[in-house]
């Protein structure tokens, strides 16, 4: 989903980023803000409209990022940690690395965002219609204007029923209560997401050959996000139920290839590496895990070099995020090769490896499990996809 993220700073305990894309859409809605601005207020420069466009979007950005932390903390106060908040093309996601254990805690926490726009838009309505009593500037009413505004579309996109809007989210929690079958919940509330997608899909076509190239564009790229997004979180569900309750000890491979620490790099490559095809060994002495070694390794030594550097040179000790217990739930498993971006794991016990998890055995079982059951309900369990915020793009007619 993502591209290039850097970290900004932590709010709360919780790391905020940003994501490459969200650049191009800072820069699209400064510049729609300073076409606005400037037809709306003629007096203006264009160096100050582009200016105050740039302002404005910032701060509706942040109130974005206040709208995900609303449900950062409510998802917090319930147990689940948080793994930070993203703010992107299409918005900010609150990336929840655990899942909801009732429908109860699943509306509160889909109703915080919306409940954070609409405090929002409150305060800026209040402090715009003071700000005309008391004479201010009218860029800075403009700007207050605009935000109120546009926290009450946000508050109103964000509460449409179609999953994963978190009005969507709502609408699981509901038929979560009602059916007591999350799956089921989910593909309904997935059904009404993607039927939503659609409808912008559709109406996206419609407004670009009738000459709002810009806003058909984006109309229709909100909707192909949204279907993806939806149809991708009902996998995750039939994925995660799928695997709940299967320890890693099923799937593991309990006679991996391991690498002693003790023979050079050339060795290694030859023996190793040319003989079993893969970039990447453990490394173990008497069946106790000392680190991993890979492939990548050797750019960092000239060739005519390698037989002088033992393994246990160039090794990677750090193996926390690698490691994994043998009765770990294999959803926790997935989620640590999601959260690594590894697709193997080392299981251990008591510091000595007793096996390798890829996902291949976790998808290679799925693809069994499901074949064999079918889409039925056998394993409801609980599961939260990250919260998205998606930022409607800003109506006005006014164009370049």
Known sequence: MFTARWNLFRLLGIPIRVDASWLVILALLTWTLGVQFRAELPD??????????????VAFFVCILLHEL?????????????????????????????????????????????????????????????????????????????????????????MIPAFPLDGGRVLRSILWKATGSLRRSTRWAAGFGQGFAWFLIALGVLRFFAGDVVGGLWMGLIGLFLNNAARGSYQQVVIRQALAGEPVRRFMNPNPITVP????????????????????????????????????????YPRETWHQHAVSEVMRSDLDALSIGPDTDAVEALTRMQATGSSRLLVTEGGRLVGIVSLKDLLRFLHLKLELEGPGEEHEGPHQPPHWTTAPRNESRAQP
């Open 44 to 57: 203006l420069t264009p160096g100050a409209a582009w200016l105050l466009g740039l302002v404005t979007a």
């Open 70 to 158: 609303g449900h950062a903390v409510v998802a917090r106060r319930t147990g689940i940690p948080m793994d930070g908040i993203t703010l992107f093309l299409f918005g900010g996601v609150a990336e929840m690395r655990g899942e909801p254990t009732s429908a109860g805690r699943e509306f509160w926490m889909a109703i915080a965002g919306p409940i954070v726009s609409a405090v929002l838009a409150g305060i800026f309505a209040i402090l715009g219609w003071s700000a005309v009593g008391a004479d201010w500037n009218p860029a800075a009413i403009l700007m207050l204007r605009w935000l109120a505004i546009i926290n009450v579309t946000v508050l109103i996109f964000n």
């Open 261 to 300: 620490p003790w023979i050079d790099l050339q060795r290694w490559l030859e023996d190793y590496v040319y003989r079993y095809h893969r970039k990447t060994f453990p490394v173990a002495e008497d069946g106790r895990l000392e680190g991993v070694i890979s492939t990548g390794v050797l750019a960092n």
